[in-house]
Nanobody
Framework: QVQLVESGGGLLQAGGSLRLSCVASGRTFSSYAMGWFRQAPGKEREFVAGISWNGDSTYYPDSVKGRFTISRDNAKNTVYLQMNSLKPEDTAVYTC????????????????WGQGTQVTVSS
């Protein structure tokens, strides 16, 4: 069992930066690939970043590529999402998720989910 707790969300202006954190419980964090998803009001949840169990591989959709960076510190059981050049359309609840070993982009591929943290970007 893995429990995930996100933090770092907030309200900021367009063009700003924010770093989200997701802390995982359990001793096998290093075996899990981690993903960040977001859900805006009235929209479906979407994948925004993924990182493999050892951090060697990352993946981003075109909508955030070059602006968002996912990283992990296995010694701290933590995964991060650095978000730069934020836009109003990035406003959403951001949630981290875990699955064994390798990155996946599909929501159903992840076994464990956090509660999410709100990010609001004003124009």
């Amino acid at each position: 069992q893995v429990q995930l707790v996100e933090s770092g969300g907030g309200l900021l202006q367009a063009g700003g930066s924010l770093r989200l954190s997701c802390v995982a419980s359990g001793r096998t964090f290093s075996s899990y690939a981690m993903g960040w998803f977001r859900q805006a009001p009235g929209k479906e949840r979407e994948f925004v970043a993924g990182i493999s169990w050892n951090g060697d591989s990352t993946y981003y959709p075109d909508s955030v590529k070059g602006r968002f960076t996912i990283s992990r510190d296995n010694a701290k059981n933590t995964v991060y999402l650095q978000m730069n050049s934020l836009k109003p359309e990035d406003t959403a609840v951001y949630t981290c998720a875990a699955r064994m070993w390798n990155i996946a982009t599909l929501i159903g591929s992840y076994n464990y989910w956090g509660q999410g943290t709100q990010v609001t970007v004003s124009s």
